[in-house]
């Protein structure tokens, strides 16, 4: 029958919420996720979805996201050391086996590994149930290989999806979701055992889609993040937010770029009741204190 709503989440309007409390009275949660990726140059094909937008061997494409690996993601690192900001990195784990540096460096710093899917060019579309699920264990025990970490975040390769996807997850022990991008606070899943909550993360902000498929300058990316933040930092006065910002080594670390990254960096860090979080650390905070109250006003909504 034709489904008239995805049927993941329940609706908890803006106005009617529990309160949020960060640690040390923060307002806001501001987490950084670059993506980092890796994308074969002739994969398997999926029934649904070409892997690149030219015909194979499209070795433009590639190269041009490889920058990333090889440039971008030292530059972009770098810039995070300077202004403290830790990542959560949105990791498709085969990248590991092909730039073991990379994974060191992110290791080093005690960036938090989440699952991007295995490469961003092998989507979940045509998955059945078993196969899924495999993959799900493949990227677990590669992100307990290369970070020694248990893995707590999801953001499936290429943002695709199936009817089981979220049901797989929390039979997984995953805390949290990223294929949701329907609030500006984390929320309860429906899923059919265990726990799931939706973490915010941002497309209206993503640098793919404001500098590659919006054609945004830097100046006006770096002008939509402070607008972004402020509008959060000044509500969160009142219910404390999250803000994410998701980013691609090889958009954010072109050279004409930095500039702007490094002042949206510095305009976030200088204000105070900020707390630079991981996404696993805000899926605990809120797990820990603000799960239950949730599920409780949403279940009173319906009656419950």
């Not at 690996?69 to 085969?94: H, K, Q, T």
């Not at 022990?173 to 055992?193: A, E, I, N, R, S």
Request: hydrophobic residues 35%.
């Amino acid at each position: 029958m034709p489904k008239e709503e995805p049927g993941l989440y329940d609706y908890l309007p803006y106005y009617d919420r529990p309160r949020i409390e960060w640690p040390n009275g923060a307002r806001l949660a501001f987490w950084c996720a670059p993506n980092v990726e890796f994308y074969e140059l002739n994969p398997p094909a999926n029934p649904s979805r070409p892997s690149w937008p030219r015909p194979v061997p499209d070795v433009q494409g590639y190269s041009w996201r490889d920058y990333g690996n090889r440039v971008g993601f030292w530059r972009m690192m770098e810039a995070m050391d300077r202004y403290g900001v830790r990542g959560s990195i949105s990791l498709n784990v085969a990248l590991c086996d092909h730039f073991p540096d990379i994974a060191a460096a992110m290791r080093e710093r005690n960036w938090e590994f989440f699952s991007h899917g295995i490469y961003n060019t092998r989507y979940t579309y045509q998955m059945d149930e078993a196969q899924e699920r495999a993959m799900i264990a493949d990227v677990k025990a590669s992100v307990k290989k290369w970070s020694g970490q248990d893995l707590a975040g999801w953001l499936a390769p290429a943002l695709t999806n199936t009817d089981n996807t979220m049901d797989l997850l929390a039979e997984a022990g995953v805390k949290y979701t990223l294929d949701l991008f329907h609030d500006d606070q984390p929320m309860p899943v429906k899923v059919k055992q265990g726990r799931l909550i939706s973490v915010p993360y941002s497309l209206e902000i993503n640098d793919f889609t404001t500098l590659f498929q919006g054609n945004c300058t830097p100046r006006d990316y770096t002008d939509a993040i402070k607008a972004q933040f402020d509008r959060l930092y000044q509500e969160g006065a009142e219910n404390g937010q999250v803000m994410c910002l998701p980013l691609h080594p090889y958009l954010i670390g072109q050279p004409h770029r930095m500039k702007q990254f490094e002042a949206a960096l510095d305009y976030i860090t200088g204000h105070d009741k900020v707390w630079l979080a991981t996404g696993r650390e805000i899926a605990d905070h809120y797990y820990a204190h603000c799960y239950d109250r949730f599920a409780a006003a949403i279940a009173a909504r319906k009656g419950g």
